[in-house]
């Protein structure tokens, strides 16, 4: 039986973690590349989970059927801004979850604090083993009032060519990103897309950098949709979702006509985690994804995107 491929876990890993933080995202890789090194195979099971994700989980057990999993509310597990993981191990042909605590659970730990993790297995009130989290210092009170991060890499990466271990198979791993540009949600990939059509990146002073496609929601994808909106609400354009963008807000319900309107609102959804075709078309669909987003806010919730919606949407 042959060892599971480092490129394999990496990829499984980056799948789940889905839209975290870049930095979060890259030290994460370099952990599992390290790892394989000391014939340790580790693997993510889950990274940014959106606010309604939160929700679904903590109603586990709760009012919904299967054991309590999480005792964190939307908008109180570091998880729903990205900035955390949870690891596990695998057999040595990766076929198998191993959640032992072992010795090589805490060289894991130890190697992601080396990285700038700290670890929920040194927590004193509740251990949580898998997890990992970057909060640059803020606390999720501070990150549910908008702020992120200011999160850096303090290392170089690895490249998996150079993991010394027996690698037979594996791809030559080139530039990261590259790499990492297949893995990313298909439907935050639509969302930047959308962000790059129609010359939006120049139109009107839009100005923002065309995106990077890679299917990872962050403050790069916000700011371009927000300076979208702005473009369309025909306000200045700075990227910030102020008094006066608000005013201006096109209140958006089920059968409005605005198309490019509803793709930027199915964009905006999607970038939150939600799973939209962006069609232009208000139907059921977007009408679930924006009650259930108002739901995780705690916002009023109608179904109906007007400027307390689209507030939230940009932060
Ligand atoms: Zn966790």
Redesign the pocket.
């Given at each position: 039986m042959s060892r599971v491929r480092l490129q394999t876990l990496i990829d499984r890993s980056v799948r789940n973690m889905g839209a975290v933080h870049n930095v979060i995202r890259e030290s994460t890789i370099e952990m599992i590349k390290r790892a394989y090194g000391e014939e340790i195979n580790v693997q993510i099971s889950?990274g940014f989970r959106s606010y309604a994700d939160q929700t679904r989980i903590y109603n586990q057990g709760r009012t919904s059927p299967g054991n309590i999993v999480t005792n964190a509310k939307a908008g109180y597990?570091?998880?729903n801004f990205g900035v955390?993981?949870?690891y596990f191990l695998t057999s040595h042909d990766g076929s198998e979850a191993i959640w032992t605590v072992n010795a090589q659970w805490r060289r894991v730990a130890a190697i992601g604090k080396q990285l700038g993790f700290s670890w929920?297995g040194d927590w004193t009130s509740f251990k949580?083993f898998?997890?990992?989290?970057m909060t640059g210092g803020l606390s999720t009170a501070q990150m549910r009032a908008g702020q992120r991060p200011n999160l850096k890499m303090n290392f170089t990466p690895t490249k998996v060519e150079d993991v010394n271990t027996e690698i037979g198979g594996n791809r030559v791993m080139g530039d990261e990103p590259s790499i990492l540009t297949p893995n990313g949600s298909v439907h935050i990939r639509a969302a930047q897309t959308f962000a790059n059509s129609r010359d939006y990146p120049t139109r009107a002073k839009a100005n923002f950098k065309t995106l990077v496609v890679d299917g990872f929601a962050g403050p790069l994808t916000n700011n371009a949709l927000i300076r979208i909106y702005q473009y369309f609400a025909n306000v200045t354009i700075d990227g910030k979702y102020g008094p006066r963008s608000k005013r201006a807000a096109n209140t958006l319900r089920r059968g409005t006509a605005s198309q490019w309107w509803v793709r930027l609102l199915q964009s905006s959804l999607n970038a939150k985690g939600y799973k939209l075709s962006i069609d232009g078309s208000f139907g059921t669909a977007t009408e679930n994804a924006v009650i259930s987003f108002q739901r995780s806010r705690n916002i009023n919730v109608d179904g109906v995107a007007g400027p307390n919606t689209w507030g939230q949407l940009f932060r």
């Open positions: 889950s597990s570091n998880h955390a993981i949870d929920g949580d898998p997890h990992l989290q």
